[in-house]
């Protein structure tokens, strides 16, 4: 398994509130991402970073911001989460294989509900 | 709107048969496709990978075949067991931004 883990696993919070999920890996991939995962919406792009201080925004990146100060850890916040903000959040990281092919490995997951 | 289409949400195969999957995609930019396979309250675990340029990958039970005229990739698994029902996903890389599909379950019976 990919050194990919992510804090915290699970998160009560209420409107309004903010909110830093951490994703931390060891396996020193140049990128990282933030997803989330809705019904019927498969995985949606928040953010990505290509390397340190490098970030660029997703399909759904309203609402949402992110940072990248080391390679090992990047980092979502939910300046002010609202209710629509409920999902499950994955991390991932990629870079090219021993085949010269992209692999992309996901992290646990984060169940974040906004009350 | 959705670049990669799942367009069939369940499939439902029998233990030692074939069972395929099928992804529409529509930008002619991306570089690789990906499947992935997702249990329940677990992140997806990456399968397979395909490069725009070539048509075919197999890697033990799974092959991805990409058909770049009709913008369309498919898995297939050969032959399916019982563990291998989860949601997959499809996804498409364009330089390492990747855009996925809605996800098909399958579910292979005994």
């Known amino acids: 398994d990919a050194g990919i883990t992510q804090s915290p696993r699970h998160k009560v919070t209420e409107t309004g509130t903010p909110v830093t999920l951490r994703c931390h890996q060891t396996?020193?991939?140049?990128?990282m991402y933030w997803y989330r995962q809705d019904p019927g919406h498969g995985l949606r792009l928040i953010h990505y970073?290509?390397?340190?201080?490098?970030?660029d925004k997703g399909e759904v990146s309203d609402g949402y911001s992110v940072s990248r100060s080391k390679t090992e850890d990047f980092l979502l916040t939910l300046e002010s989460a609202t209710s629509s903000q409920t999902s499950v959040y994955f991390c991932?990281?990629?870079?090219?294989?021993?085949?010269?092919?992209?692999?992309?490995?996901f992290g646990p997951g984060t169940r974040l509900t906004v009350t | 709107d959705q670049q990669v289409k799942q367009n069939s949400p369940s499939l439902s195969v029998q233990e030692g048969r074939i069972s395929i999957l099928n992804c529409d995609y529509t930008?002619?930019?991306?570089?690789?496709f990906l499947w992935y396979k997702k249990y329940p309250a677990e992140g997806p675990t990456f399968l397979i990978s395909?490069?725009?340029?070539?048509d075919k990958n197999e890697d033990g039970r799974f092959t991805v075949f990409l058909n770049k005229s009709a913008k369309h990739l498919s898995l297939h698994i050969v032959p399916s067991q019982p563990g291998d029902s989860a949601v997959y996903f499809c996804?498409?890389?364009?330089?390492?931004?990747?855009?996925f599909g809605s996800g098909t379950k399958l579910n292979v019976k005994p």
């Open positions: 396996e020193n991939h140049r990128y």
């Open positions: 930008n002619s930019m991306f570089d690789y």
């Open positions: 991932a990281i990629s870079d090219t294989g021993t085949s010269g092919a992209y692999e992309q490995y």
């Open positions: 996804a498409a890389s364009d330089f390492n931004k990747f855009y």
């Open positions: 395909i490069s725009s340029i070539k």
């Open positions: 970073s290509y390397g340190v201080k490098d970030t």
